[in-house]
């Protein structure tokens, strides 16, 4: 059972409380020999596997993410190289669909448009690290997916409205015959480089108050 703590120095309560789990012993050696991979303590492993509470729901017999629907968990390599066996505009469908899929959990939680907010979530997802540069320009790690799929998947997480769609027609072939398309994309995209081996975009980028 957990209790609120009390900070007694100030007399005012604490947020956070205490949790008593008992666990066999198995589990328990397990936990030690992950938290001394990774140099942590076990405690904050723990609070670590308890937060991922706010993204999915591990069931008896399945994970399930907060919206009740199915979910499994693959290598990044086997995801990788299982988009670039598809043609590039279905490489951009599958972008736009995985962001919908994380506007969606963001939506059951009222923050659709907090874009910090659909980061962690694709953090804790696995997706890719959370990681702003010094202008707060968002850097997508090029190990999440092809640059197409990243593409349509940054272009709707951040353009979350149903009636705003990614151009499908933003293949490379068109943006270099075209001078107008090069334009278009220019402008509704914005591909620039901040970083080897990320992906950034002008319009990915976060404005922190001042």
Not at 8 to 24: A, H, N, P
Not at 106 to 128: N, T, V
Not at 139 to 157: D, I
Request: glycine share 4%.
């Amino acid at each position: 059972m957990s209790k609120p703590e009390v900070d007694k120095r100030g007399g005012s309560k604490d947020t956070s409380s205490v949790l008593t789990v008992r666990i066999d012993k198995d589990l328990d050696n397990i936990l030690e020999k992950v938290r001394r991979k990774r140099g942590i303590s076990k405690a904050t492993l723990i609070r670590n596997y308890l937060d991922m509470a706010k993204y999915m729901i591990i069931d008896q017999n399945s994970i399930r993410t907060i919206d009740d629907r199915d979910f499994i968990m693959i290598k990044r390599k086997i995801f990788k190289k299982f988009l670039k066996s598809y043609e590039i505009e279905e490489q951009m469908d599958y972008g736009i669909k995985f962001a919908q899929f994380i506007n969606d959990l963001a939506r059951l939680q009222g923050k659709i448009d907090d874009i910090e907010y659909k980061l962690e979530i694709c953090q804790h997802l696995g997706f890719f690290p959370k990681f702003l540069d010094d202008e707060n320009y968002i850097l997508f790690s090029n190990k999440f997916g092809p640059k197409k799929f990243v593409e349509a998947f940054v272009y709707k997480l951040i353009n979350f409205e149903p009636d705003t769609e990614y151009d499908i027609t933003f293949t490379d072939e068109n943006i270099e015959s075209s001078k107008k398309k090069e334009q278009d994309y220019t402008k509704k995209i914005g591909l620039t480089y901040r970083a080897e081996s990320y992906y950034a975009f002008e319009i990915a980028k976060i404005e922190k108050e001042e």
